[in-house]
């Protein structure tokens, strides 16, 4: 997963810098971006997850690669919601938000044992397990370059992701663990106007952080292309490619407590719609 981050950053410089240089336009009223736009549409996603909980120490113990273990689905279809604002008499400002989970849940005979937190479900033990990852984040962008064409802003913002898990076998008893990891990002966005109805967008957000004995990383990659069909309406495809990583073995970071890991990553294609004015 990192090598696609980094080989899709690289694709992100090389169309930054193979594009077009152009006269900027002062006036707003000349260049294509939209004010405010509310997309709606859902992922078709490839997901790769594992989890570490209750362990004395980090990445030993009670390792779960959750898709194969516990039988959850490796790929779905998830639902995506996000809202964008421009604002200022530049239009050079920009707040978005946007929110998408992935709810799995299975039951399983198991073939192999797993020990998580302070029980063991040996193997043939028929278990009911779920996970449970949001995404919800907020950011603010600036456009420190922007005309009739390309639309290039710095951005930060903050991911949260709450995060649930949970095994239960009858005989054995339940096992649980949530937690909220906010974790703050910085990126870059690049809007072509290739067209004034098509559109190439592409972001690229990252964060690491290691505080006492939490250790946090994201990467966010992506891709799309948007077609305004009709006045206010338009659709679009995109390519996202999302990496996220916890460690923890305590209380040092907020809202994070428990002792273990999370890996939990995905590649999925995009389809929306946009309502835009």
């Known amino acids: 997963m990192k090598k696609t981050v980094w080989i899709l950053a690289i694709v992100f410089i090389a169309v930054f810098f193979a594009l077009p240089v152009h006269a900027e336009s002062s006036d707003p009223a000349d260049q294509p971006w939209e004010r405010f736009s509310f997309k709606l549409g859902g992922y078709i996603a490839d997901i790769n997850s594992s989890v570490y909980l209750g362990s004395d120490t980090l990445g030993v113990g009670a390792g779960v690669d959750v898709e194969e273990a516990l039988g959850l689905d490796s790929s779905m279809s998830v639902l995506r919601a996000e809202v964008s604002y ?29 020990k998580w937190e302070d029980k063991t479900y040996p193997i043939g033990t028929t278990v009911d397990s779920y ?28 991911f949260i992701t709450p995060i649930e898990a949970g095994i239960s076998a009858a005989g054995v008893g339940s096992t649980e663990e949530s937690i909220t990891a906010p974790l703050p990002v910085v990126g870059m966005s690049l809007d072509f106007a290739i067209t004034p109805k098509l559109f190439l967008k592409q972001s690229l957000e ?3 952080l290691e505080v006492g ?43 994070v407590d428990f002792i273990g890991k999370v890996e939990f990553s995905y590649t999925g294609l995009l389809l929306y719609t946009k309502i835009y004015f």
């Open 131 to 158: 996970v449970n990852i949001g995404v919800l984040k907020a950011g603010y962008g600036y456009a420190f370059f922007q005309d009739d064409r390309i639309s290039l802003a710095a951005s930060i913002g903050l």
């Open 86 to 114: 421009r604002f200022g008499s530049s239009q050079r400002h920009m707040l978005g938000l946007k929110y998408y989970d992935f709810r799995r849940s299975a039951t399983k005979t198991l073939e192999t044992e797993i």
């Open 206 to 208: 990252v964060f690491y």
């Open 213 to 255: 004995d939490f250790k946090g990383s994201i990467a966010a990659f992506n891709i799309s292309c948007e077609y305004n069909f009709w006045k206010n309406v338009g659709f679009g495809i995109g390519y996202d490619v999302f990496d996220l990583k916890l460690e923890a073995n305590g209380s040092d970071y907020p809202n």
